[in-house]
């Protein structure tokens, strides 16, 4: 018999590979209804995974509450017990399925999350359902959660990082705005466990949840979590956690305030300069000039004061924008002492080259590139496609913008970009904070 020999054959590494760029990008269709009990239910089935990620979200967060501390310490506690189950008996129910949660408090909204197996729902929705239906809060377990938080924020605040965002918040939204609000060890060491409880009754017992349900589905999966959706209660009460429907406005308090931190050997410089809100017609060309002015390893500000001056290791700039307002871009980095006065003076030289210069044919093809790569890596999984749906949402805005930024990215040109940093950023102040010797 003859036998047959192959010849592997060997990659040519002397030339890199061609580069194509992304045809049009599409996100998926999702279903939507509203369940008898209020629960807003979206269902994404997409992914070739066995696997599901169903996301519970309250409106409602840290800066909607009198004490910031408590939602977070909620957080942290909830899974610790409920009227049937403690802790352990929780986390073994979660482990023998495959299963794990996450629960989170963040500035507008509490989030929880349950990541499961599609052929194994039943035993693990019914005890993500009780959790989040009837907890406890156990004194110790609060405690315990709580002295962890407190020593972590503890640590955190000693960070010069820390540092320059106790000056850095209050100049950006005001003194008095919940979002300049600095948590201390000792505000979270005021959290008691009746203040947990409290909070728990007048938020996620008091409020029906929006709910994301994304991955592999069957029908029989989307039943299982209806069902179990459906059997929740909520009870609303006379004093409810009040929403901040539009989020603090820019207050600043002075343009330039400076922070002494005599042991430090570095200094954080964050600025910030107010601009257009994402309902203006020029917000996603602003959002590429962003990215060409520091949103990226090969941008401007990286090439001239990291790569070209050596003032820092790494240098950033980003549109911030929050729910009802405009946006700021905010630009951050860490330098030698001895170096701030340069930094400062190269970023204010490269807002104006942004405005004056616009890029080269290269620089353009490379954050067209970086923003398509970006909305493509949105389509990965599921869960990051239901991520981008929850985050339009929160921010008030449609599906839409993700067509927008993907034209806008195809048809934009340096000098749309070069005009959008000249109108909407070159104009208006910089709030500069330094925290450093």
């Not at 408090?105 to 599609?118: E, I, K, M, R, V």
């Amino acid at each position: 018999m003859q036998s047959e020999t192959t010849t592997a054959t060997t990659p040519d590494r002397t030339s890199p590979p061609d580069v194509h760029e992304f045809s049009g990008l599409t996100l998926p269709g999702s279903n939507h209804t509203v369940l008898s009990n209020g629960i807003r239910l979206t269902t994404l089935d997409n992914g070739a995974q066995p696997v599901y990620r169903l996301t519970l979200r309250w409106d409602g967060g840290n800066l909607d509450t009198p004490c910031q501390e408590v939602p977070q310490v909620m957080a942290a506690v909830i899974n610790e017990g409920t009227d049937r189950h403690n802790g352990a008996e929780i986390a073994e129910i979660l482990e023998y399925n495959g299963a794990w949660t996450r629960y989170e408090s963040s500035a507008h909204y509490f989030g929880a999350t349950l990541f499961g197996l599609t052929a194994r729902p039943g035993e693990v929705l019914d005890i993500f359902t009780e959790v989040l239906s009837s907890p406890v809060f156990p004194d110790e377990a609060v405690t315990a959660r709580r002295d962890k938080l407190a020593a972590q924020c503890r640590t955190s605040r000693e960070k010069i990082t820390s540092k320059v965002q106790d000056i850095f918040l209050p100049m950006t939204y005001g003194a008095d705005a919940p979002k300049a609000h600095r948590s201390t060890d000792r505000d979270f060491m005021g959290v008691t466990p009746e203040m947990v409880r409290d909070h728990y009754r007048r938020h996620l017992k008091a409020t029906p949840p929006r709910a994301y349900l994304a991955g592999r589905l069957t029908p029989e999966l989307v039943a299982e979590v209806t069902r179990r959706l459906e059997a929740m209660t909520f009870e609303p009460v006379g004093n409810p956690v009040e929403i901040h429907s539009v989020a603090p406005q820019f207050n600043p308090e002075g343009n330039f305030r400076r922070l002494t931190v005599d042991d430090s050997l570095q200094s954080a410089i964050k600025i910030a300069i107010p601009t257009i809100g994402r309902d203006n017609p020029d917000y996603e060309t602003l959002r590429l000039a962003s990215v060409a002015f520091g949103g990226h390893f090969g941008s401007r500000l990286m090439q001239n004061i990291r790569e070209d001056k050596g003032y820092t290791y790494g240098i950033s700039a980003q549109l911030a924008t929050l729910p009802g307002e405009g946006s700021f871009l905010v630009i951050s980095c860490q330098t030698d002492n001895g170096f701030v006065d340069g930094v400062l003076s190269e970023i204010n030289s490269e807002c104006g080259r942004m405005a004056s210069e616009p890029l080269s044919d290269e620089e353009l093809t490379g954050v067209r590139r970086l923003i398509l790569s970006a909305l493509a890596g949105v389509l990965d999984s599921p869960f990051s496609i239901c991520d981008y749906m929850i985050s339009q949402q929160e921010l008030g805005q449609s599906t839409g913008s993700y067509l927008r930024l993907q034209e806008t990215a195809r048809r934009v040109t340096a000098a749309d970009l070069a005009r959008a940093f000249s109108n909407h950023i070159l104009p208006n102040p910089h709030l500069t904070a330094i925290a450093g010797k």
